[in-house]
């Protein structure tokens, strides 16, 4: 039997006295395409930031591949992350070619032209990271994520701010990915749209799991989506409240 | 004037420290320009000061305890950036200060300012010795080779910390590694411009650079390329016009960036790398 790609129980995290996710427990299977979907403050970056290992102060158990995080992190080698907004200096002088090459050791140029093709941006090797569009900087981001030959993508909301054409351009080379390349997706979205077309599962989180299984099975269930949209409202308006 | 000054010891002994010194500070002070930090070396050589002063109060080798007291500033303000909300600025400020403070009050206590205080503040490099041109060639060979050799997780904790840790590069370690080897380069220019203009050859060339819009080997190339044209210029012209050299060899480095500035205005940088 094939292992889950990872495997979540029982996770709970609290900040600052305050829990931001109690008690979740999923799990994704290899080459699934999973979007994760919650309004502002729902616990999916929080999610992610344990998944990731930045934050390891959390209960429960996170594992990947059948081995729990906390006890190695060689699992970091199989993931590539993709942020909500990298932060990088604008001026940094740095062309694509050598972001994707940053922090690696073998990789060979023609890996990196493979690379670059794959998520098209191939023609704008030789351009300093800074002078590119949103867009072209989120592609580059997938492309270094790439360069570790990752088996799963982690990508956190990773087209806010990005226009729509661009947007368009990400969601294909994601879906490619994951059909052509066998690579799990792990994308957190908004935009309910984009998971219906995307994704193959999705999980709806806002502190706790609202709901985890086939993407049909919830976007087609009208009961299920405007139970969704009335606690992300109320989330929406506790956040609204506390800011 | 011909070029017979360059067969004067003193001369070759300056202008080889001088190259060193360019060549290392142009490096680190690239990591630190665009990690946002670039007064720390400011931060750390005005904390040295206060080493000297202990040094000279006590009788040892004033660069000595300058080393030891600039190490312990350097991880001091990592530290305070780590384990408390205060920004980089503030920490660099507070470190600032109290080097002075402590300095000043030590050269109180051993009998005032002398003129060796005062080749610390404004560099002495025609006075460099063989010893210390050997120990500046040494540490910047050895500071150059770790750099080459971490060179893919500098950059890439430079670039983006968080997607760096999540690529499993020891970031904290890497942080760490960059403010040491600042604090041992830092005080290792102190012979070149002085305490005072430290932080211009750690900034200057390497803002100059990044306005030229390479990438990044190209950028460090640049800016070593501008930092030793005005070291050795400027240790020459000092000696034919009899002026202090870490004053002209800032003011080349300005006159570099304000040219750039102006070729930048012009348009001339953008065209060139369309």
């Not at chain 1, 590539?80 to 972001?99: A, C, D, L, S």
């Not at chain 2, 909300?85 to 402590?102: K, N």
Request: aromatic share 10%; net charge neutral.
């Amino acid at each position: 039997m094939q292992l889950n790609a990872i495997e979540i129980k029982n996770l709970t995290v609290d900040y600052d006295r305050i829990t931001v996710i109690d008690d979740v427990s999923f799990s994704v299977e290899q080459n699934d395409f999973l979007g994760i979907i919650g309004p502002n403050g729902a616990g999916k970056t929080t999610l992610f930031a344990c998944m990731l290992g930045i934050m390891q102060n959390y209960r429960g158990e996170i594992s990947f591949f059948g081995k729990d995080i906390r006890k190695s992190r060689k699992y970091l080698n199989e993931i590539g992350y993709v942020p909500q907004k990298p932060v990088f200096e604008k001026n940094f002088p740095v062309t694509v070619r050598e972001v994707v090459r940053m922090g690696m050791k073998n990789l060979n140029e023609a890996r990196i032209d493979d690379i670059l093709k794959q998520v098209w941006i191939h023609e704008l090797d030789h351009r300093i990271i800074g002078e590119l569009s949103g867009g072209q900087q989120q592609r580059v981001f997938i492309a270094k994520a790439l360069a570790d030959n990752p088996k799963i993508l982690i990508l956190d909301e990773p087209v806010t701010g990005i226009d729509q054409q661009s947007t368009e351009i990400f969601y294909s080379i994601l879906t490619e990915l994951n059909k052509k390349q066998n690579i799990t997706i792990i994308l957190s979205s908004h935009d309910l749209d984009a998971v219906n077309h995307l994704a193959n599962k999705v999980a709806c989180l806002n502190k706790t799991l609202f709901f985890h299984g086939i993407s049909d099975e919830f976007f087609k269930n009208d009961q299920l989506l405007k139970q969704y949209s009335e606690s992300s409202m109320q989330q929406h308006m506790h956040h609204r409240d506390e800011k | 004037m011909s070029l017979d000054i360059l067969y004067f010891s003193f001369m070759q002994k300056a202008i080889i420290s001088g190259i060193a010194i360019a060549l290392l500070c142009s490096v680190v002070g690239l990591f630190l320009v665009l990690r946002r930090y670039s007064l720390f070396g400011d931060a750390v050589a005005h904390s040295s000061f206060g080493g000297i002063a202990a040094g000279l109060l006590v009788g040892v080798y004033p660069l000595w305890t300058a080393y030891l007291v600039s190490l312990a500033s350097a991880l001091i303000i990592t530290k305070i950036r780590q384990k408390f909300d205060i920004s980089g600025e503030a920490a660099v400020a507070v470190l600032l200060s109290s080097g002075i403070a402590v300095g000043l009050i030590l050269i109180s206590l051993s009998g005032g300012f002398t003129t060796d205080i005062f080749s610390f503040l404004f560099g002495s490099i025609l006075l460099v010795s063989t010893e210390n041109t050997i120990l500046i060639l040494a540490l910047t060979g050895s500071i150059l080779i770790v750099i080459l050799l971490l060179y893919r997780d500098l950059i890439y904790s430079t670039f983006n910390e968080e997607q760096a840790k999540v690529s499993g590069i020891p970031v904290e370690k890497i942080n760490y590694l960059i403010v040491f080897i600042a604090g041992i380069t830092v005080v290792t220019s102190i012979q070149l411009v002085g305490i005072l203009l430290i932080s211009a050859l750690f900034v200057i060339p390497n803002v100059t650079a990044i306005m030229y819009r390479r990438g990044f080997k190209q950028t460090v190339l640049v800016s070593i390329s501008f930092a030793v044209f005005s070291v050795v210029t400027g240790i020459i012209l000092s000696y034919i016009f009899d002026i202090t050299p870490s004053g002209a060899i800032v003011l080349l480095l300005i006159a570099i960036f304000a040219a750039t500035l102006i070729i930048k205005s012009t348009g001339l940088i953008a065209k060139l790398t369309a």
